[in-house]
């Protein structure tokens, strides 16, 4: 059995409070994901439901929960931490190294402000479902481990029953980390908080160097979430990992009907979370995050750092389209050519996952079958058929290309919701098989060709709660 330590325990007690777990009333194993695998943790079923629960400790283990901050809807919220995870530790792995597992719906932190510290069955499955729907997409994520569910009582909009997921990631370190103890002035935690970062995770780098790594991830991220129409709903700073993976998965979306100002998020008013305000939100983020090094480096660097933001994530975001497009010898106007496909897909509604994929398979005729032959789309698509021209490719090496850079299969809202009431019902049969498809998204999966399609009228673009 491999032992655990807790590397952030290390840091200031500032940052961080032991905690005791409150366990969920008869728990049971939903679901251990093939990153178990991975841990060798030797547990049967039971012990494992026994230890995710809180009710027993594995070696070097030391439960915590950690303080930070955030700007939330671009209002400073002061403090906020950790306000129903508890991390039970990092194990070292010999596949995927350095690993912090944390469990979500344990109870009440010091951290948990007005909450009750639990979770319910729908969000933890809609947590455990994205997690690795975008690792199967190629997208920096956290993981889940396990999904144990209970009976408890819990009060949402109606009321739901407990869940805890375990989730895994490198760290939980935030953005919101940072903010904390900058802005309650907490000099020397700040200085333990970035070294801690820098040697632990940016190795080698000078504290400049890794401010320009985090700024580089996460404008890849953005670029990769529009790239495949994901929504995240609720890209506060405490949201945003300071590892450049994706995080809490809430009332995320991804994109149905193509709507550029899609918002998932019922709460999310103004659209400041909307679909295509994403790569600003980043940088915005990030702007926040780099104001907590004003001591340890100059303004002006820290600007010149900032000002890369958008010409990496302009880079990316054009590389990816091309590809999506299936164009590989780059073209000056090849980038217009898919804003107007975008704006194109968005005047007349189209699915995005769902055309994307037609164009992959090298034949529109299904677009042309469900949505008409409609003149707008017909007119791209013969200036796209004239560029291809130039391509080198053959159309058979172009599509089995394509087919890799367009998934089949996205987490579409009304799939998790289907998934959801499963196993609110106790069952894991549709979790099971849709992780599989989502574990090979750019699959045929025949059984599942149904679900290929555009969304069913009445159960597209509906907004989520952020109630969890």
Known sequence: MPKFDNTFRNLPAFLYEDVRPTPISHPKLIHVS??????????????????????????????????????????????????????????????????????KGSGLTPFSRRGDGKAVIRSSVREYLCSEAMFGLGIPTTRVLALVTGDDRVYRETVERSAIVARVFPSNLRFGHFEMCFHFEKDEELKALIEYTRSTFYPGLSVEEMLREIITRTAKLMAQWQNVGFCHGVMNTDNMSALGLTIDYGPYGFLEDTILNYICNHSDHQGRYAYNQQPSIGMWNLERLLVCFLK??????????????????????????????????????????????????????????????????GDLKKIWDYYGNREELKAWNERYEERLTREELSKDERILRMKKTNPKFVLKNYIAQEIIEDVEAGSS????????????????????????????????????????
Request: net charge negative; charged share 30%.
């Open 34 to 103: 093939r990153l178990a695998n991975d841990f060798n943790l030797g547990l049967t079923d039971e012990e494992l439901v026994s230890w995710l629960n809180g009710e027993k400790n594995l070696p070097g283990e030391q439960r915590i929960s950690t303080r930070y901050a955030g700007h939330q809807f671009g209002v400073w919220a002061g403090q906020l931490g950790d306000g129903r995870a508890i991390s039970l530790g990092e194990i070292l792995t010999d596949k995927i190294g350095r690993q912090e597992i944390q469990t």
């Open 296 to 361: 340890e480096v100059p303004k002006e660097k820290l600007q010149v750092l900032l000002n890369e933001y958008p010409m990496i994530f302009e880079a990316e975001y054009q590389r990816l389209s091309r590809e999506k497009l299936g164009l590989y010898k780059e073209e000056e106007k090849d980038f217009e050519l898919f804003i107007e496909l975008l704006q194109t897909l968005n005047k007349l509604s189209v699915d995005y996952t769902f055309f994307f994929r037609t164009l992959a398979e």
């Open 429 to 468: 049969k549709k979790l099971e098989a849709w992780l599989n498809v989502f574990y090979a998204p750019f699959d045929e999966h025949p059984e599942f060709e149904s679900y290929a399609g555009p969304t069913p009228p009445n159960k597209k673009n509906f907004e989520v709660s952020c109630s969890s």
